[in-house]
């Protein structure tokens, strides 16, 4: 099962952890994977291999656009802090997983046998299903990704040199990889508006698929409606929501009912999928590439692969009339990746499993913000992420973004210095 190390007199069995992506989940799973060992006895072989050689503190890419933030402010070179930690990182991206043998190959051409292979790979955008919304067509912008949060940056710079008479739409498409990144940016974009005197003159809209303002992907929380309704009212923001958007031309986008939407700047956040090389494995992920879990991790396919943080599947008991994704947050991701690593841990050294806990009844926990005060943003808390809950608040105040900038830094410090999450 595992590689054996002659030390002297002593045999020791290695088992070989192999982990998928190094952001929220990945990161997690590996620190937590290499403290369930530590002074075990048990030996570990721990390897992260990564698209992506730095942590991308995702949450921050809100404000790249306004140039409140660039990529050298949010990520952290991974290398110098795994090899202090002693795992073994790899920044290449996994091209094949070949279950039958347990090994990896990755687009350096090497080959990674594993164990137990922890699936943290996230998303990739889906721009598939409304024609001309990839920002590669030239019409609509989006911020899921630090690069295209960069070109949005341009888009914006354009835009305020020359604001034209048609405004700005922020928007969610049908299935929407994060709805609360399009309410931040829609609430940052008036904020902005705002700060450069623009706000009276630019028309700002937001749509959705949701069924009412607050909504979220998670069928809303107490008091979200009126909160949400309220700020976009002060801030002048325009909702039209229940509404798909099918298609984005030229300066104009289509909604499903027909109607025609012009813009001058246009941020759309699109559905996310798997990504392809875990979508290619045969029978392990839904149509949508996310891989079937139960509540400790294991996938449904094979209890020697873990899937967790966007990576993981996760279905609604609700049903809208535009489809909605959820959003799977940083939070949930990160306590799905250590109930991940502390199972194999348990399983390795034949110790109890830990209690497992499915994404709906991990507890909700966010800031989302407006870009500064007076709004500032709102925290959104629930005891769990579906209801019924037991409880549930969202709690506007200008502190948030101040809080939000204080967690930001508190993450990349934490990141940078190889801290296991508190
Ligand atoms: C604009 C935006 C704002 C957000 N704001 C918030 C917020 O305020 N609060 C919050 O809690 N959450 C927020 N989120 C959600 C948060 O970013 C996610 O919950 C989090 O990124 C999930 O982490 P993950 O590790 O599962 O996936 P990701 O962060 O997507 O990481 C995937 C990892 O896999 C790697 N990878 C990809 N393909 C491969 C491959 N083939 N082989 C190996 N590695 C691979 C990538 O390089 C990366 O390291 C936001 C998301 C976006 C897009």
């Known amino acids: 099962m595992s590689n054996i190390l002659q030390m002297g007199a002593i045999t020791m069995a290695s088992t070989r952890v192999l982990v998928l992506g190094s952001n929220f989940a990945g990161l997690t799973a590996a620190l937590e994977t290499q403290y369930a060992f530590r002074g075990t006895g048990g030996g570990l072989d721990l390897t992260v291999l990564s698209k992506s050689d730095r942590f991308v503190f995702t949450p921050s890419q809100i404000w790249v656009p306004f140039g409140k933030r660039e990529a050298d402010d949010i990520t952290v070179p991974l290398g110098p802090v795994m090899s202090r930690l002693g795992i073994h990182f790899v920044p290449s991206p996994a091209t094949r997983i070949d279950r039958a043998t347990r090994m990896v190959t990755a687009a350096n051409g090497q080959v990674y046998p594993y164990d137990y292979l922890v699936i943290a790979t996230g998303f990739r955008n889906d721009f598939s299903g409304v024609p001309g919304m990839d920002p590669k067509d030239g019409f609509a912008n989006t911020i899921t990704t630090l690069p295209e949060a960069e070109r949005t940056h341009q888009a914006w710079l354009k835009f305020i040199r020359d604001p034209g008479d048609r405004g700005i739409i922020v928007g969610a498409a049908p299935k929407a990889g994060c709805m609360g990144a399009a309410y931040e940016e829609v609430l940052n974009m008036a904020y902005q508006l705002k700060r450069i005197r623009l706000n009276k003159r630019v028309p700002l809209t937001y749509i959705s698929g949701e069924p009412f303002l607050g909504h979220f992907g998670i069928n809303g929380m107490a008091g979200a409606k009126p909160a949400v309704s309220m700020f ?120 109890p499993a830990p209690v497992g806990k499915a994404f709906k009844d991990i507890p909700a926990i966010c800031l989302m913000d407006a870009g500064g005060p007076p709004f500032g943003g709102a925290m959104i808390l629930g005891s769990t992420m579906f209801g019924p809950r037991k409880f549930s608040a969202i709690i506007p105040g200008p502190q948030v973004h101040l809080m939000k900038v204080l967690f930001e830094k508190y993450f990349l410090f934490k990141v940078r210095h190889g801290l296991r999450w508190q």
Request: glycine share 10%; proline share 8%; charged share 20%.
């Open 232 to 351: 976009f009212k002060m801030t002048g923001i325009k909702p039209v929501i229940n509404a798909a958007i099918e298609s984005v031309s030229g300066d104009y986008l289509t909604l499903a009912d027909g109607s025609v939407r012009p813009f001058d700047l246009a941020v759309l956040i699109p559905p996310f999928v798997g990504v392809d090389v875990v979508r290619e494995v045969e029978g392990l992920t839904d149509a949508g590439g996310y891989v079937p879990v139960d509540e400790n991790y294991h996938s449904a396919l094979d209890p020697r692969i873990y899937a967790v943080g966007i990576a993981a599947q996760v279905t609604t008991p609700w049903v809208t009339a535009v489809a909605l994704g959820v959003p799977k947050t940083g939070f949930p991701s990160e306590v799905q990746a250590r109930i991940a690593a502390r199972t194999i841990a348990a399983e390795v050294l034949g110790t």
